[in-house]
């Protein structure tokens, strides 16, 4: 049996692609992951699963999702171990103090093109970022929703991707 970190993208947003997380622990469960919890509405899950194929996992789950909710969000997989080294990399300390400020951007897969200097000019005063493989920290602290960075990220970096704050990458944690 196999734990999994599931970041889904984009549910729940703005009152679109509705996906209630009792109903989504249900079909879950159903279609054969075990000890489904998830933590708020944004789609944060964890499960265990006989299957240790990380696509498998993202395939099965996403397609559960659309055959039940009709719509197929962008589904994060990980184990715990990437999830645990994702934790341990993040530079940005200041996350334990103001766990608001501090951001996990989980990439669907590297962008070694990424433009970090065209970020880096849209920095407003105090942010910072590092870009891993798989992560992208981001140091906010003027407050995310503010930031012309957030906004514009997808412009310099071509991936796939999904954030959450330090807070909830804890709280995920701790559901494992």
């Not at 005063?125 to 906004?151: A, D, I, M, N, W």
């Not at 412009?155 to 559901?175: C, G, P, Y």
């Amino acid at each position: 049996m196999t734990t999994w970190i599931v970041l889904l993208r984009g549910v729940n947003v703005g009152g679109r692609r509705k996906l209630p997380m009792a109903e989504l622990r249900e079909l879950l469960a159903e279609v054969g992951f075990e000890n489904v919890r998830t933590y708020i509405q944004s789609g944060n899950i964890v499960v265990d699963s006989p299957d240790g194929d990380r696509d498998s996992v993202a395939r099965s789950i996403r397609g559960a999702i659309e055959g039940h909710f009709g719509f197929a969000p962008h589904t994060f997989v990980l184990d715990v171990d990437a999830f645990d080294a994702a934790i341990a990399a993040n530079p940005f300390p200041q996350g334990e103090q103001d766990p608001k400020a501090v951001h996990f951007f989980f990439l669907a897969e590297p962008d070694p093109a990424a433009d970090l200097d065209g970020l880096r000019e849209l920095a407003t005063q105090g942010e910072e970022f590092v870009l891993t493989e798989g992560v992208l920290y981001l140091h906010t602290p003027g407050g995310f929703g503010r930031s012309k960075l957030v906004e514009r990220l997808p412009r310099f970096i071509d991936t796939e991707m999904t954030a959450r704050n330090h807070r909830s990458v804890k709280a995920i944690r701790a559901l494992v």
